[in-house]
């Protein structure tokens, strides 16, 4: 089966000669129809550059990518009108009503709100009470509804979500997600880039990126087996101090504040023992050590720590 998105040493630098700041170095990958695949990293990783170009915003420096079989260079009209596109920033009319900003979007793809309402029909029907309001006066949670309407009234065979959770409350962004995995059920394509590292769990793939590289790819899963040292979750009376202790025990190979606690990446010869033993010698009280299974975040800090 073909890919629905290819990247292929995708480059983009900004900037003059004297002040370059390079966004992307060498991006490659391939998205499956039907995938939700994420792309996972920090502010500044590059994410809402690769999605630019993968919807004809921006043109790269160097390499070749490819949505839905289109060049992104050369068909970059046909791809426009296969595409849904939901920037990181609520970018809609503010002035315009919730159903005004449906019908003028829909206007611009030669349809209407009706042509393919099945496909928003779920999402539509949670804010269609405020049909009559003005998008800038919508809560939140309802803008990004609304913004993922207007990217999925001329239903797209690819949809791109820049950051569509930042700054959304834990409830919609869970609804959010619910949402997404029902437009996977009807065929469509979804990347969607965070910086959350729990919402790497739902997607199906992802590629974590940081400073325009990335560094690793495979299914949450596989990210998780690819953590190879044992971690431990630590807490004392006095964390601050406790983590100014940690980062001076030899028998680490990491750690850092982490919730509650602080992880604690072991090197091979260290045991726990060792460790709550040491800890005693600097003088911890209420301290607790307990083994805990690595997540995305966790192998996200060892890949940073492997490419510096």
Same mark, same amino acid.
Do not use: A, N, S
């Given at each position: 089966m073909n890919a629905a998105v290819i990247a292929q040493n995708l480059? #983009?630098?900004?900037?003059?000669? #004297?002040e370059e700041v390079q966004a992307l170095k060498g991006v490659s990958f391939e998205v499956a129809p039907g995938e939700i695949f994420g792309i996972i990293g920090p502010d500044g990783a590059g994410k809402t550059s690769l999605f630019r170009i993968l919807t004809t915003l921006l043109l790269p420096d160097e390499g070749q990518a490819q949505v839905d079989g289109f060049d992104v260079v050369k068909d970059y009209e046909a791809i426009r009108h296969r595409v849904g596109y939901m920037p990181g920033r609520f970018s809609l009319y503010q002035d315009l009503s919730v159903e005004e900003n449906l019908k003028f979007f829909a206007s611009i793809f030669h349809t209407t709100i009706r042509e393919h309402y099945e496909l928003i029909k779920?999402?539509?029907e949670q804010i269609e009470p405020f049909k009559d309001r003005r998008a800038g006066k919508l809560s939140g949670g309802m803008k990004q509804k609304l913004a993922l309407c207007c990217a999925l009234i001329h239903r797209?065979?690819?949809l791109f979500l820049d950051e569509p959770t930042t700054g959304v409350d834990a409830v919609s962004r869970k609804e959010f997600w619910e949402m997404l995995r029902n437009l996977k059920q009807q065929g469509i394509t979804i990347l969607v880039s965070?910086?959350?590292m729990d919402e790497a769990s739902?997607?199906?793939r992802v590629a974590l990126i940081q400073n325009g590289e990335i560094m690793s790819i495979d299914t949450p899963e596989g990210i998780v087996r690819s953590f190879e040292h044992p971690l431990l979750a630590v807490r004392a009376a006095n964390m601050f101090r406790l983590l100014k202790d940690l980062q001076?025990?030899?028998g680490l190979l990491d750690t850092y504040p982490f919730g509650e606690y602080h992880h604690v990446v072991l090197k091979p010869e260290t045991t726990e023992q060792g460790l709550y033993a040491y800890l005693q010698q600097k003088g911890h009280t209420e301290t607790k050590l307990q083994q805990v299974e690595p997540n995305v975040e966790d192998c996200f800090i060892a890949l940073m720590k492997t490419a510096t």
């Open positions: 480059v #983009k630098t900004y900037g003059t000669k #004297k779920d999402i539509y797209p065979t690819v965070t910086p959350y739902l997607c199906d001076q025990f030899p």
